[in-house]
Every structure is written in C-alpha cells, then in structure tokens.
C-alpha cells in the first residue's frame, strides 16, 4: 500500500484497521481516505492534495475529475473536488487542531454541494461519518445554519473511538452499546468493547494487553462478525500475547535455575542444573550459564577423582591409583602421579613370582595390546567425526546467529540434524523471527516483515506472507528499454522484444508466467511469478546464469552484469565485477535495486540509497539520500525519487542528464544511459539529456503509466496498454505501434 499525505499539513497518514478512516502522524489529525490505495492511486490524490494546499483549486479539481473519470465510485475524489470548489484550506487553530476556511464562499451552501453529496452516498461507515463531521464545520465557517440528526450507529462508533482515545472507557463502553442495539453484528462496536474492557486506546495496544483477550465474548463476537483483515489482527494479536505469556514462564524457570546454581555444590547438582538451563533453549543466557554449570561440575568431579587417587597412593594401592590418575590426564599433577602409581605398581608385581601361565601367554599379551590399540583409534575417529566436527560446527552456527545472520544460523544448525539442541535451537530463532515480523508488520514496517518472512521460507506461512507483502511494496517492471532493443510484458504475462537481437536478447517468445522484466545492453531478464528467473542473450562473465536462483521479488539486467533481491531483502549479482558493482555482501534490508552501466543501486527499507561500483563520475554518492520511494541506476548517474515527488541526481551531468532540480510532482523515474525522463502524476512526461536522436522528445505524451529509458531511446506504456516510443531506431527498437494489449499496473 502506497503512503497518503495528509489533507491538512502532508505528513504521512496511517489507515485505520476498520478503514476508510486514518491519522496523520505529523499533526494527530483523522482524515478520510480513498478505497484505492495502490501506489498511481494514492500518488495522484497527494498531488491533488498538494496543488488545493498551495491554493491552486482550478489545477487540483483537474486532478480530481480525473479520478473520477476512471473511477466514478471515488468517494474521497468526490469530497475533494467540493473542497476545491469552495476553495478550502485549512490553518491551525491555536489549539493544536485545524480550522476550515472557504475561499470561494460565493459556491453556494456547501451541505447541498453535489460532489459532497455523492461523497455521502458512496461512503458508509467511519468515512461517511467523518463527511458529515466535517461538512458541518465547513457549513459553520460559512455562517450556513444546520440541523442536527440523532447520532447514526456510525456516529456512535466514532464517537466511541474518540473516547477510548481520551481515556474515557466507560464512555466509550456505552456508546459502542448503543451501536450494538442497532446493529449487533457490527464487528467495530464489538472489538471497541473489547478496547475498553482491556483499557486500551487504540487497536494496537492489545498487543501489550495482560489479559487473555481470547476469553472474551467481545472478542470471539468480533473474530466471528469482522472482515478477513479484522480476523488476521485479532488472531495475529492472540498468538503475540501467547508468546508473550510463555516468555513469562520462561523467566521463571530461568530465574529457578539461577537460583539453584547459586545454591549447588556438588557434581550433580550442577549437572542438574545444566540440564535446567539447556531446557531454555538459547533464552537469554541460559546457554553460557548451562556450559558453566557442565564446567563447575566436571572439576569437582576431577577433584574427586584426585582425591580418590591420593587416598589410593597412601594406603600403598599403586594399580588402583594409577587407573584413577590416568582417567584425569593434564589434572593438575595427574599425569606425574599416574607415571609414579605405574611404576609403583610395577615393582611391587615384578616382587611377586608370576604365575607359569602368564609367561607362556605373551602372543596373547601382543595381541590384546593390539586389540586395545585398535579401539582406541576407532574411538577417537567415533569422537571427533561424532562430537568435535559437529561441535565445531555447532560453535560456528552459534557465531552466526550472535552476528545476526539469523537465516545462514538456521541453516547451519538444521545441518547438525540432531546434535546437541540443534532442532530446539531451529525452531527457537524461527519463532521469535516470526514474532518479530508480526510486531513489524503490526507497526506499519511492511518492508523489514516482508523480508524477515522470506528469510523463514517454508516456516508456517512465512512464504506466503512474504510474497503477499512484496507484491504490495515492489512495483513490476512492465516495460524496458534495452541497449538497442525493447521489451514488454502482455496482459497474458508473455513478452514482447524488439529490437537488435544480435546475441538472442530478443528471443522471449516462449517465456510464460512472467511477472517483470528488465533488459540490459545485450541480455534479457524475466521473473517468474513463482520466483524464479529466466534469461536470454549474451552470457558473457555468466550474466545469464540464473537457473538456480529462487524466491526473488525484483531483477534488473545492467550492461555487464546481473542483479537481484531475494525475498529475504538480499541482493545476489552475477557477470562482470570490475568496480565492485556486484558487492553486496553488507547490504541488508533491500526493497528496490536497479542496475546501470557500471554501478548498481539499491533502496533500504527506511527509504535510504545504498550504491556500488564504478564512482568516477560521482554516480554512488547516495549515502545521505532520505525519504525515497524508488532510485534508478543509467550510463554514468543515477536517479532517486523522494516520497513527496521531487528528484535526487548523482553522477555525470554533461549533457543534462542529471538537471532535475526543478522537476515536481513525479511519481516514476528512470535513468537512460545519457539522459534522465520523469512521469508526472497527470500521466505526462519529462525528460532531459542527451537529444541527438529525439530520446527526449516526450512532451506530447499523455496518459501515460510507466516509462523506461534505454541506451538512445526511451519507452512509455499507455493505460490502454498501448505503448509509445522514441528515439534511435537503426534496429528497430522503437517500431511498438502494434502493441496494444501489454499489462498496465494495478
């Protein structure tokens, strides 16, 4: 889901989970929202948002009726336009809140205002209340009289709501009751009792809730009237206080545990209490306290066993001590006293006559003593091929996970099958892992959840959530320019090429069920939708060796080399590696990458730039880019779009390319080899740099989608599907007239 700007001050708004509903968090403000909320959608309400804030009504209505043009059910496109067709701003009130103020009150009354109320009519719930609210306060700056209605179930649930907010749960309680006479299966008014049964002021801290909420009728009323989205929260909320709960005996028997150590004092006490911490499995540090314990343990049972010896040695029994000494080699003097027991022992036999049999026995002497030998050896290769192999690697996998490489330290203890507590420690760091991405999720970071959960793979439904959740942050790629050739995605989710085909870049035909695609100067890469990937073209360095790539969310073909993110937010490269330009081994938390001539770049999940690579002309200078919401890698610069649609530039600038200061209202980018081009949120164009073959003639376009720059030509894809082009055409790159049913975003 794309971000939404706030209607009174453009911070970032958080959705509601009832919907339709959300709160700034700049300014604490609740606003309506649009249904639609992919990323095109959400960018253009945010340009109509920005354009009425500036005072510029006339060019923000455009915006809106543009919406409605596409989609006539657009409530909040509705209530937008009235604003803007009696000129409201709004400006702070001295109290922390927001006063309206028309600027066109000539407009006439604004309750009978027809955008307003076709808003109403396609609204319900928490929205159509907060239309209403609002409406009234726009009427009352007016000086236009109004009627007041008995408070409507809505009114009454955001009623509740606001009281919960205030503290005031009682309150709340009874207003959400009331809702519940009119209306008993309203899921809102049965998770708002829930909230004030728990005295919580917002959905979200259930999750810090003592209580067990599972038992409540509210929340069984809830699971059982409430949407899917509604049903996921409360059961993702339950399975968090769970774990919060067994956590909770955890800390008791760790601190039983701890205890007992304190009071042991022999070999088995503290082997007991080993076992005690070892049932932990890795909390906290119980690992390093069980060791300890084994520690404390096996030198009061060496003591012992000296004690034992010496007492032997004292009463004249050599043999018996020398067998003792010789079970604790290196024991403090052990080794010397066990040589002295032996030799003891020796001269104390060689005083006695042996028996006739013994001396006639010595082949069976020799053979025993093989024999000995024999199982010793075996012994020792059953030791350190059983236990210091294993436990070498057991160390190792343990080093990973303190480094925080949780996914290689799964991978390494499931190696050691079962070894120690290797399977205890697996499912360990993968149940906390997964809280963890819930807890994220939870608070809005869709980015860091989505890659935490393509870390676990195949734990639960980490896979399937992972890919739900990359779907919404990672737009497709459905058009690319190559270096001398075009590519396209069809609605069937088969490929178009054209172009130069020279080392078979273009030989696409059969590929099925693609998702994106992305070309390169002489190669070509698809992604599957199951994950996998695809190439065709020149195969130089190995660029094209994907086959055994898996679980990716995005690639992208530079000139030379190969780049993609995993599932788990990791970035894998292939082909040529001059520069560095495939060196990602410290990137973590990746959610877009691009890839150009020499350099690649990539986007964090806290909307930073990360880039490497070839740096002559400047073009990985990214480090302090913020607030970005993509980045796109050319011939010798690169492009980053911040979220409030302005442009970053890095790089070379000698034919322009990188002279994007002035460029507003941009929701795609992309990079060319020479030149830069832009897609504002009206569906135009823009574009600078290098011009000698007309690659940046774009002006005329309109309604357009996406767009792509390759090496002297630029694409841009049309909400019918159709695509245009321009620029070089020696090969034939640009000859796309045909094309009429490519896939359009969603």
């Known amino acids: 889901m794309a971000i939404l700007k706030c209607k009174y001050c453009g911070g970032n708004v958080s959705p509601f989970p009832e919907g339709g509903v959300g709160t700034c968090a700049s300014c604490g403000a609740v606003m309506t929202l649009p249904k639609n909320t992919d990323k095109q959608h959400a960018a253009a ?39 803007c067709r009696f000129g409201i701003q709004y400006a702070e009130d001295g109290t922390g809140g927001y006063r309206p103020a028309a600027l066109r009150p000539e407009a006439g009354r604004f309750l009978e205002c027809g955008d307003y109320l076709a808003a109403l009519s396609l609204s319900d719930g928490a929205a159509k209340l907060q239309y209403e609210q609002e409406a009234l306060r726009i009427a009352a700056s007016l000086g236009q009289t109004v009627q007041r209605s008995t408070p409507t179930p809505g009114q009454l649930l955001k009623q509740g709501f606001g009281l919960l907010q205030q503290g005031d749960f009682a309150a709340a309680d009874g207003c959400f009751c009331r809702v519940l006479d009119a209306a008993p299966e309203e899921a809102m008014a049965h998770l708002g009792r829930l909230l004030a049964e728990c005295q919580c002021t917002a959905p979200k801290e259930l999750a810090g809730c003592r209580r067990e909420i599972t038992q409540s009728a509210h929340y069984q009323d809830a699971l ?72 404390r343990a096996e030198v009061l049972r060496r003591d012992g066993i000296y004690r034992a010896a010496a007492a032997a040695k004292k009463q004249g029994q050599a043999a018996k001590a020398a067998a003792l000494y010789a079970q604790i080699p290196g024991w403090r003097d052990a080794n010397v006293q066990a040589v002295q027991s032996k030799q003891r022992a020796e001269a104390q036999k060689a005083a006695k006559p042996e028996p006739e049999h013994w001396v006639a026995s010595a082949g069976k002497r020799i053979a025993v003593t093989l024999l000995v030998m024999a199982l010793v050896v075996a012994g020792c290769y059953l030791l350190v091929t059983k236990y210091v192999i294993p436990q070498q690697k057991y160390s190792a996998a343990e080093t990973l996970l ?49 890659a935490i959960f393509g870390g676990l793979r195949d734990y639960e439904d980490a896979r399937e959530r992972s890919r739900t959740l990359w779907a919404q942050i990672v737009q497709p790629e459905l058009i690319s320019a190559g270096g001398w050739y075009s590519v396209a995605l069809r609605g069937d989710m088969m490929v178009n090429s054209i172009g130069d085909d020279r080392e078979g870049q273009c030989e696409t035909g059969s590929w099925m069920s693609i998702a994106s695609v992305s070309a390169g100067w002489e190669h070509t890469l698809g992604l599957r939708t199951d994950g996998t990937v695809i190439a065709a073209g020149y195969n130089g360095d190995g660029r094209g060796n994907v086959d055994d790539w898996r679980d990716m969310v995005a690639v992208s073909a530079g000139q030379w080399h190969t780049v993609g993110l995993r599932s788990n937010g990791r970035v894998i490269g292939l082909g040529c590696g001059n520069d560095g330009r495939i060196d990602f081994d410290t990137w973590r938390d ?157």
Not at 45 to 74: P, W
Not at 272 to 289: C, E, I, M, N, P
Not at 402 to 427: H, Y
Not at 735 to 742: A, F, P
């Open 45 to 83: 309400h945010n340009c109509g948002n920005y354009l009425r804030r500036a005072g510029k009504f006339d060019k923000a209505l455009a915006v809106y009726q543009k919406l409605l043009s596409e989609d006539e059910t657009d409530a909040e496109a509705c209530w937008c336009s009235a604003l």
């Open 402 to 450: 303190e480094a925080g490489n949780r996914e290689e330290a799964i991978e390494a203890f499931q190696a050691l099958a079962d070894f120690k507590d290797s399977p205890q420690r697996v499912t360990a760091i993968q149940e906390d892992w997964y809280s963890q991405a819930e807890v994220l999720l939870e608070a809005g970071d869709a980015c860091r959840a989505a």
């Open 224 to 295: 059982q009237y409430g949407d899917a989205a509604l049903k996921n929260f409360l059961q993702a909320t339950a399975r968090q206080l769970q774990r919060q709960g067994q956590l909770s005996k955890i800390e008791q028997a760790y601190a039983g545990a701890a205890a007992a150590m304190e009071a042991a004092s022999t070999n088995e006490e503290y082997r007991r209490v080993a076992r005690l911490f070892g049932q932990l499995k890795g909390y906290r540090d119980a690992q390093s306290r069980a060791q300890e314990c084994l520690r």
């Open 590 to 746: 990746i959610i877009a990458i691009s890839s150009g001539r020499n350099h690649t770049v990539g986007m964090r999940a806290d909307y930073t730039a990360v880039a490497t690579g070839d740096n002559t002309s400047g073009q990985c200078k990214v480090e302090e880019w913020q607030n970005l919401q993509a980045v796109s890698a050319g011939g010798a610069h690169t492009l980053g779009l911040t979220r409030d649609g302005k442009v970053l530039a890095a790089g070379s600038s000698e034919d322009g390319q990188c002279s994007v200061s002035g460029w507003t209202d941009i929701v795609a980018v992309a990079a060319g080899y020479y030149h830069s081009v832009g897609l504002k949120a009206d569906g135009t164009v823009v574009a600078v740099g290098y011009n000698e073959y007309g690659q940046c003639d774009v002006s005329q376009w309109t309604d357009i989608v996406a767009i792509s720059a390759g090496g002297f030509h630029t694409l841009g894809l049309k909400s019918d599907g159709s695509i245009v082009a321009t620029g070089r055409n020696e090969s034939g790159q640009c000859e796309v007239q045909g094309w009429d049913n490519m896939m359009v975003p969603d």
